[in-house]
Structure formats: C-alpha cells, structure tokens
C-alpha cells in the first residue's frame, strides 16, 4: 500500500516536470524546423595596405546569392553579390574590402539568401596596416661597398623584419638594371656595375605570412665609389696611362718628418725621389708627431690622374690607412681614394684606379693610422696618367 502511494506521487512529480520544460522550448517548437543556407567554410583573412582579403568556399546551395560581412562590433558592415563564376578551380570566392582603417578587427561572415536569410556565421579575426605599422619600419642598410676591378661587393646591415631588397643601378652598358635581394643575403655581388654609377634600392617588408600587400621604403639615390683599390703596381693593366716623371715635383708642405733619427731617410723629399730603398717617416726624436701625417706634392703643371700608387717602406708593416687628395689651385682639395693595409710586409704597394681621370697639379698624402701609433713611413708615391 504504502509502495503504491510512493511510486504516484514520483509519477506526478514527473509530468509536473516536463510540462515545465514544455514551456521553456515552446517558442523554438513553435517555429517549426530551420533550414539554414550554407555557411562560409575554410576562410581565411589576408591584410593589407588599408584593405584586407578574405577568401572562402562557398557550397553547392542554389539559395546563396549573396555575402555580408560585419565588423566593428557588427556597428560597420558590408553587403555584396556572389558571383559562382568567380569561384576558383579549388571551390574559394574572394572579397576584398578596401579604404578600411588601420587595426585588428574581428570580422563575421555570413551567406545571404534570396529572401535575406543570413546563414549561421564565421568569425574571423583579421588586421589592417598603414601608416602606423610604416612608421615602425627602417631600410636596411649597407654597411661597407668594396669596390673591385671587375666586381663590387656589397655587405648588407641586418635585415631585420624586410623580405627582401630590389636593387637598382646603371650597368655597363648604361641599362637601369633591378635585380631581387632575398633577406637571408649578406653580400650581393654585382659584376657589372661601373665606377661611379648610381644606384638605389627599396627594402620590402610583408607585415605577415600572406599578406596581400607589402610595404616598400625607399632608400636615397647614391653613388658606388669612383674608385677602386688594387694590389701592387698595376702599370700594365694600363699601357694607355704612363707613369709620369717625377724629376720636377716638389715637396711643398709636410707635417712632419725625422730629420737625424733614421740617418740617410726620413725626410718627405724621398718619396719622389724614385728609389724604393729610401723613406719618409714621421718626426719622432725630437718630438713625437701625431697622427694624421701629411705630405703635399706639387707636380709642376696639371695633370690628367688615372692610378696612384702608394709603396711602404720596405720589409715594413707600420702603415695602415691612408687616402690621396689632389686639387688644381692648391686650396680647394677633393679625396679621391683611400688604400689600408694589413699589417704584413705584403703587399708592399697598393694602386687606387680612378673610374674616370681627374685633373690635378697639387696631390697631398694623408696618413690617418698606424700599424704602430703614431709613427709611420712611406717608401715612394707614383701617378699613372697624362700630361
């Protein structure tokens, strides 16, 4: 008996139950059952230079006749029309959106149907660059150009966060020439480049993996050196250019040189005085001179300047850097070269080659440092050119 009453009143609760749950899904039952169109699938967002891409694949669902896509918190949106001739071989349809601003945004895709019905949609975060994200970047640069006879050599800076460099210069055959410089390259080397010849790059940067657009920063048109440094005496690479007598030059200003201490040498007249065994060096018995050193040469008429060779004082490995000027009138004075040497007895000599000739009556020796700070010495100074 007791059973009995026990087991109805668990009965009674029940419906009592589900009559409850009745009413909280009543409103959905009502509706009857929802057929959604076809939902965006696989989408991606690609950003770009204040325009962003989005690619996905649209179903076979002959209701879809258009796209709508939400952003700013669904406040900023954008309706537009599906054509399935544009769908690529692989199923994607591709919108892009542009004059969009700058920042990260998540957008929500939908597929519109012929009476307005929206599918369920697809959330996807995507980022827009400008002028902001620019403003983060800088070229890369380069940190040395090595001038050669037959090639130049530059050596790249890090790249940073670029994709790489387009690089642009005139050849020898005076063709404007771009050549693709990937990031992962820390030396281009260029074979037919002239001295001389200008140049100019712009460094690439792909704010992410596919982005749809990249930046570009320009880099300030330049000049590759006018001259290149050779080893040795280079007279015979250049039958057209003599060696020019030296026997009326003069020494006209030093500022130094070792009067007593290197006995028979050591004055700055002996480095015309074409005989290798003798040297100038810098003062250093009576005061220490210090660096930089200098000899001006006066070669008694204008000269048309092709090569300069500077020798060492022999078996020596004292000198370091040093660079050529030369000037017309004595007062106005251009550098037009710079040799350094290791610290090694060879090569004893090193040749600038000048792309182009320059005129010049005045040349001056500069000795900026030293294998042996602050003392230095110079065997001979020799020009290949015309009178």
Request: charge should be negative; hydrophobic fraction near 35%.
């Amino acid at each position: 008996m007791n059973r009995n009453i026990i087991l109805y009143c668990f009965s009674f609760l029940f419906l009592l139950a589900c009559d409850g749950m009745n009413d909280n899904i009543k409103e959905y039952l009502d509706r009857g059952e929802i057929n959604y169109i076809g939902r965006a699938d696989s989408a991606t967002a690609m950003g770009g230079i204040n325009r962003i891409k989005f690619m996905w694949k649209i179903n076979t669902d002959p209701r879809i006749t258009s796209g709508k896509i939400y952003w700013n918190d669904k406040q900023d949106s954008i309706s537009f029309p599906i054509d399935r001739g544009l769908i690529d071989k692989d199923g994607y349809f591709t919108h892009i959106l542009d004059d969009m601003p700058e920042g990260t945004f998540i957008f929500n895709l939908y597929h519109v149907g012929m009476d307005n019905s929206l599918s369920i949609g697809y959330e996807i975060p995507g980022t827009i660059y400008g002028d902001i994200y620019k403003s983060t970047l800088s070229p890369r640069k380069i940190k040395r150009v090595e001038a050669l006879a037959d090639k130049v050599n530059l050596y790249w800076g890090d790249a940073g966060s670029s994709s790489g460099i387009l690089f642009t210069y005139t050849n020898k055959t005076g063709e404007k020439k771009t050549i693709d410089i990937p990031a992962s390259e820390t030396v281009t080397v260029i074979d037919d480049y002239v001295l001389g010849g200008e140049y100019y790059y712009k460094t690439m940067f792909l704010p992410e993996k596919d982005a749809l657009d990249q930046f570009e920063l320009d880099s300030p048109v330049d000049k590759f050196p006018t001259y290149y440094v050779g080893d040795g005496f280079l007279d015979d690479n250049f039958p057209e250019y003599p060696k020019l007598d030296r026997t009326v030059w003069k020494i006209i200003d030093f500022s130094s040189e070792e009067p007593t201490g290197e006995g028979a040498n050591g004055r700055a007249a002996l480095i015309i005085d074409n005989d290798p065994s003798t040297f100038w060096h810098s003062e250093w018995e009576a005061t220490t001179a210090q660096l930089p050193h200098y000899i001006s040469i006066d070669m008694n008429t204008v000269k048309n300047v092709k090569c300069v060779t500077i020798a060492k004082r022999q078996s020596n490995t004292d000198l370091k850097t040093a660079h050529i000027e030369i000037s017309t009138d004595n007062h106005s004075w251009e550098i037009v070269g710079k040799v350094e040497f290791e610290k090694t007895e060879n090569p004893n000599a090193r040749t600038i080659v000048l792309g182009e000739t320059k005129k010049a009556r005045y040349m001056k020796l500069v000795i900026t440092e030293s294998h042996r700070s602050p003392s230095a010495s110079i065997s001979e100074v020799y020009v290949l050119g015309t009178e």
